[in-house]
């Protein structure tokens, strides 16, 4: 396809490994003889849009309702796959988060990407990642599963939204959402950031409890945050674990750590360990 004037398609970068580093792989180079899966430019909301018109439901499409029956309908399964997944004609399909969908993914040189639709919500998303390593897959999957945790637990109460934001530790940070009744702790580091979340009940203005959590969640400990002079909550406790805004967390961990041992002093003395 023809590209508007002055354009510059994306460029692709390959792994870090074996070179140490990336390499630029241009966006024009030629396709060859997968040109007919690889030889045309797009974004990601022009996929979106063209993979939503493929759903059987959708009311204007390209293509008839019958054909696109048959571009999702299960016709071969992957016997090998981890997880469930079946062709169509064109098309892969599966469930996620006990969710149907389809869609596919696609890479070229220093680009992966996946595309997928969830057609019982009306709904399509599209990942694209311009590195050999990019994570599309479990980006998008990553996806799904914070928008099913949200229909399963129903949309945030008014009256706990303050409690929404993001509080630091020296283990990484964690996200307090709110949802209809109750308040989740997510992991935003995790690619399912609700995966085994906690569930805090609020009993009061700064007061809760943890009324769910695996075996090392602190389930049935209190929750407080803990407000300064202007009233702004300063200090979270989760049980017995306190975790502040991310500033207060920096400046500790450079008083702490950097300036007893210096930027590389804890290298410099496991290499003279080493040496010994």
Avoid: C
């Avoid at 909301?45 to 499409?61: I, K, Y």
């Avoid at 599966?94 to 639709?117: D, M, N, P, Y």
């Amino acid at each position: 396809m023809p590209l508007p004037h002055g354009a510059i398609p994306a460029r692709g970068h390959s792994g870090k490994l074996p070179l140490g580093r990336r390499v630029v792989i241009p966006g024009n180079n030629p396709t060859q003889a997968l040109m007919a899966a690889t030889g045309f430019v797009s974004t990601a909301r022009d996929l979106v849009r063209f993979f939503g018109q493929l759903s059987p439901g959708a009311t204007r499409s390209v293509l008839s309702v019958e054909s696109r029956r048959e571009m999702v309908r299960r016709q071969w399964l992957d016997p090998q796959s981890s997880g469930e997944r079946h062709y169509g004609l064109g098309l892969t399909s599966g469930k996620l988060a006990e969710w149907s969908w389809f869609g596919h993914g696609g890479g070229f040189q220093g680009f992966i990407t996946r595309t997928l639709v969830l057609p019982q919500r009306e709904l399509a998303i599209s990942v694209l990642t311009n590195a050999a390593d990019g994570l599309a897959h479990p980006w998008l999957e990553g996806v799904v599963h914070i928008l099913r945790a949200f229909e399963k637990n129903g949309a945030p109460d008014r009256k706990l939204g303050s409690w929404g934001g993001r509080w630091w530790s020296l283990w990484g940070a964690v996200d307090l959402v709110p949802m209809t009744g109750k308040v989740l702790v997510a992991t935003p580091s995790l690619l399912n950031p609700f995966l085994d979340a906690s569930e805090i009940t609020v009993t009061a203005k700064d007061r809760g409890k943890i009324t769910q959590a695996t075996g090392t969640g602190s389930h049935g400990q209190s929750v407080r945050r803990m407000r300064d002079r202007e009233g702004e909550a300063a200090e979270l406790w989760l049980g017995g674990s306190k975790l502040l805004p991310e500033a207060e967390v920096a400046r500790e961990m450079r008083e702490r750590y950097e300036a007893s041992l210096g930027r590389n002093g804890a290298i410099r003395r496991l290499k003279v360990a080493a040496r010994r």
